[in-house]
């Protein structure tokens, strides 16, 4: 249905080919279906591999309300949406923003609590990855949309987007809010910044990033300055309204800052001695061990995605490498790299980056996509069995 109301629009406004619109719209459906399916199996297999790390997994969950192959997909901070969603706000979890787990909260008056931040999380990527066909499509070619949207799909960490995690969420209203930044429509742009914000604090990079792009089209032209003001004021709602929340009833507008220092993160630390630790890990720590090559993977993330960044804002659009700077550059004044690898799922310009590199040489493409397999199974198996890995 969607396909063929796609098909008429695009048919009346310009007389394209019927034939041509329907075939990439199906191969995004094709794609997601086949990478949800392979994640599953990854998921699956690691039962036989990977031994079962018992403690801070999704195992909170009755066997009665879901299986493991369900509750699996809520380790580690899918534990604490499931308990805001239940509970409220206590403890240290004023840490994780509040749009994700009220929505888990609503439709948990239907289905199980971790059954909701499932369904949310695939609707999303759904919708998101129509989004990113459709942003990517004002600049590139049909290729390098569908080459894009299947990166996202097969990247090694890919799963968090149907896991009780914001991460497709977050995909989703980014990628609309600029979207809409695009078409000029400024205010929906600001509204789903908001949300962007209210879903996970990094969307404040989205802040700056608008206000580049709003100097791409207007820079000549700074009578249209409102645009821009009232986009960021809508933007910034998102966090003002929860800091108004935590100050109306827990008497401390910055206690989703200060609830960090449950996992070290409470400080500001200069990025400079954040590689100055983890150096310290490379030399000191055992190498046999899971968490020395977790660390690893979180170091060398981190510079390849500052790398692409650099490639994004030189080669595809300024605002979107201001976006990917700036959202990287707030990891690290946590003083850990800590959730690095995973932060790629919210740089949604880095896969249009990844897709014109693929585009160049066939060796990078077919390598690089083995190695996403390899690490996905491996990851994958890691997160669903209970170790730490984003």
């Not at 796609?6 to 619109?21: D, E, Y």
Request: proline content about 3%.
């Amino acid at each position: 249905m969607l396909s063929k109301t796609i098909t008429s629009s695009c048919w009346k406004r310009s007389g394209c080919s019927k034939k041509s619109l329907v075939i990439p719209y199906s191969k995004l459906g094709k794609y997601f279906i086949a990478s949800r399916i392979l994640f599953l199996l990854f998921a699956f297999l690691a039962i036989f591999f990977v031994p079962l790390q018992e403690g801070y997994i999704g195992r909170q969950v009755s066997t009665q309300e879901a299986s493991f192959l369900t509750w699996s997909w809520a380790n580690f901070d899918g534990r604490h949406f499931i308990n805001i969603a239940r509970l409220g706000y206590r403890n240290f979890d004023f840490a994780y923003f509040p749009l994700y787990p009220i929505l888990i909260s609503l439709l948990g008056y239907i289905v199980p609590h971790v059954w909701a931040g499932i369904i949310i999380s695939t609707v999303a990527l759904v919708l998101a990855i129509y989004v990113v066909y459709k942003l990517i499509e004002l600049d590139f070619s049909k290729e390098t949309a569908n080459l894009a949207v299947f990166l996202i799909l097969l990247f090694p960490l890919s799963f968090f987007y149907h896991s009780v995690y914001p991460d497709s969420l977050f995909l989703l209203f980014s990628t609309t809010s600029f979207y809409f930044a695009r078409k000029d429509k400024w205010w929906l742009a600001g509204i789903f910044c908001g949300l962007t914000i209210v879903t996970r604090l990094s969307g404040v990079a989205l802040v700056t990033a608008l206000a580049v792009e709003w100097y791409l089209q207007y820079k000549n032209r700074p009578l249209y300055l409102n645009k821009l003001v009232g986009a960021l004021t809508l933007g910034t709602s998102g966090l003002v309204g929860y800091m108004v929340y935590l100050w109306y009833y827990f008497g401390d507008p910055l206690l989703f800052q200060k609830s960090m220092s449950a996992w070290n993160q409470g400080a500001w630390v200069f990025p400079p001695q954040v590689v100055f630790r983890y150096l310290k890990i490379f030399f000191f720590v055992n190498k046999n061990l899971v968490v020395y090559w977790i660390a690893a993977l979180e170091f060398v993330s981190f510079f390849a995605y500052l790398l692409l960044a650099f490639f994004v804002y030189k080669r595809v659009r300024r605002s979107y490498g201001v976006f990917m700077f700036v959202l990287l550059l707030l990891v690290t004044f946590t003083g850990t790299f800590a959730g690095t690898p995973r932060y790629m799922l919210h740089l949604f310009p880095g896969f249009i980056g990844m897709s014109l590199i693929f585009q160049k040489s066939n060796v990078v493409k077919y390598g690089l996509l083995v190695l996403f397999l390899a690490l996905g199974f491996v990851l994958t198996g890691l997160f669903t069995r209970g170790y730490f890995v984003g």
